[in-house]
């Protein structure tokens, strides 16, 4: 992967991007979540079995949710995934009318260069031609860089938190909501 001197494109992600987003989604996750998730989950994750995944729900391009990705160009003349957004309608019973993104992830030497930003700016307006008057974003409660991100984008934490199942236990989540105008 070539290093951050290139601007992404932002796009819709495409089945042929399967294996691109399954890495960014595995290195980012033992990244990120190191030292808060268990470590014998983390070191399970296989980019392979995630590959597999992400082209089975991309070739449903009807689907419920919806990824974005940002792709730098490679040494070969293809692109690489440097980052994607998963979004879609809110997963709770909460109006029809909210969505929900349910991951982002930017390569770690792909951070703090406002791709994150300008793929939850590409969700959002996504979510918005569908009809979404609002989006939430959840993260676990003890990401505290997820947290300061999200507040940076102006997020309003929710006074509501629950617990999300990740690997087999269960850890608290805080939410954060943006009002669609």
């Known amino acids: 992967m070539e290093s951050p001197t290139e601007t992404p494109t932002i ?3 495409r ?3 399967a294996a691109g987003i399954a890495r960014v989604h595995v290195e980012t996750w033992q990244d990120a979540y190191a030292g808060l998730l268990p470590d014998r989950h983390l070191l399970r994750l296989n980019a392979q079995t995630h590959a597999l ?3 089975r729900n991309l070739s449903h391009a009807e689907g419920p949710r919806h990824a974005m990705v ?3 160009s490679d040494d070969m003349g293809g692109e690489d ?7 879609g309608l809110a997963r709770e019973s909460r109006p029809r009318d909210e969505g929900e993104v349910f991951m982002l992830y930017v390569a770690t030497d792909w951070r703090e260069q406002g791709i994150g930003r300008a793929l ?3 969700a959002f307006a996504a979510l918005k031609a569908r009809g979404c008057k609002a989006v939430s974003i959840w993260c676990l409660a003890d990401n505290v860089a997820a947290i300061g991100f999200y507040q940076h984008l102006g997020g309003t934490r929710m006074p509501e938190s629950r617990e999300e199942n990740v690997g087999g236990a269960m850890f608290p989540v805080v939410g954060f909501l943006w009002p669609l105008g």
């Open 15 to 17: 089945a042929t991007d």
């Open 70 to 72: 940002a792709v730098v």
């Open 53 to 55: 995944a992400w082209t």
């Open 120 to 122: 939850i700016d590409a």
């Open 81 to 87: 995934v440097v980052g994607f957004v998963n979004f």
């Open 11 to 13: 796009r819709p992600a």
